[in-house]
């Protein structure tokens, strides 16, 4: 009977272990790294096409000014970033990612589009129209591992709302370049790069705006007619500061574009939008909320707002206007059976 009770033990000793051991094996996943922000310029040229200066003056600029991370995106140039990386971002602090402005025309239309993070050079690949050319464009940058984004559409009234809304395969464009001659507001009957938004997005198109300096000359910064740098920037909430990283975040919309409001805090649920603004000493704010047709659903002149979804606004995004004039723009965020997609 003894030897019995012994064994009886012994087994449900070992399969406690067992029990513990497996257990052990199958605990939850450790949770993911808390996500940063990051800030960085999506659009910059070098003296590899059209810029005035070389790529190592340009990054130094950048992070001497307080930016985390560059794309150089030279015209249908491919620069290479392994050594800027060594000598720039040897402390982890600041990154330069591969890109390139991937440059055509159709007739006298100028179509340009970026390509974030690309394996390899992509060259213009042509197209028998406007909408052709740029899906064409955005096929080879995703064919090259990167990430599309659609460059100022009203430069040279080049890519019109309807054309733009017809793009596949690209979630990005920029809502706002601060190069002098894109014509960001619109005019003569053309809407305005925010109007163009709110209307591919109330199509049901989802699409993600960005802020760029396009940045040509870093020589001439008292020059109010040249492409100067820190004009436009994004702030991507990523879990590291990595090249995949960075662009698949930009990719998912987890960012803001900015022209120099920065947030302190953003966050999106399943009920609501809220956005707070880092305050600048003598500067006031509006932050707005904006739905289908780009209609304004709240206005608060506080520097933080919350907006409540009622199900009904297809999207809703925010807006937040510094009393100087600076901007930033928060991406859409789809509420109701008619949101975008």
């Known amino acids: 009977m003894t030897q019995i009770s012994n064994a009886r033990i012994a087994l449900l000793v070992v399969a406690f272990a067992s029990a513990v051991a497996v257990t052990s094996a199958f605990q939850a996943p450790s949770p993911r790294p808390q996500a940063v922000w990051y800030k960085g310029n999506l659009h910059t040229h070098t003296l590899n096409s059209d810029g005035d200066s070389t790529p190592d003056d340009v990054v130094r600029w950048y992070r001497e000014r307080g930016y985390q991370f560059v794309l150089l995106t030279d015209h249908n140039y491919l620069t290479s970033v392994t050594g800027l990386n060594a000598l720039h971002g040897a402390d982890d602090k600041f990154l330069v990612l591969k890109g390139e402005e991937v440059t055509d025309r159709f007739g006298d239309k100028p179509i340009h589009v970026n390509g974030l993070e690309v394996e390899r050079f992509v060259p213009p690949p042509g197209g028998r129209s406007v909408v052709d050319m740029v ?23 080049a890519i019109s709302p309807d054309e733009l809304g017809q793009i596949q395969r690209t979630r990005l464009f920029e809502v706002f370049n601060g190069h002098p001659k894109v014509n960001n507001l619109g005019g003569g009957g053309v809407a305005g790069l925010e109007d163009t938004w709110d209307r591919i997005l109330s199509s049901g198109k989802l699409l993600y705006g960005i802020a760029v300096d396009d940045a040509h000359y870093f020589k001439r910064p008292e020059d109010p007619a040249a492409p100067r740098p820190g004009k436009g920037w994004v702030y991507v909430r990523a879990p590291r500061l990595d090249p995949r990283a960075i662009v698949e975040a930009l990719d998912r919309g987890e960012f803001y574009a900015s022209t120099g409001v920065e947030l302190r805090s953003l966050e999106s649920t399943a009920s609501g939008l809220s956005v707070a603004v880092r305050e600048q000493p003598s500067s006031k704010y509006r932050i707005q909320f904006i739905g289908r047709q780009g209609r304004v659903l709240r206005e608060a002149t506080t520097p933080s707002a919350s907006y409540t979804f009622t199900g009904d606004e297809g999207y809703v995004r925010a807006k937040i206007i510094e009393s100087n004039g600076a901007l930033a723009w928060v991406q859409p965020v789809p509420a109701g059976p008619s949101a975008p997609r």
């Open 135 to 157: 899906q064409r464009m955005v096929d080879a940058i995703r064919d090259a591992r990167g990430v599309p984004s659609i460059n100022h559409p009203n430069f040279g009234w």
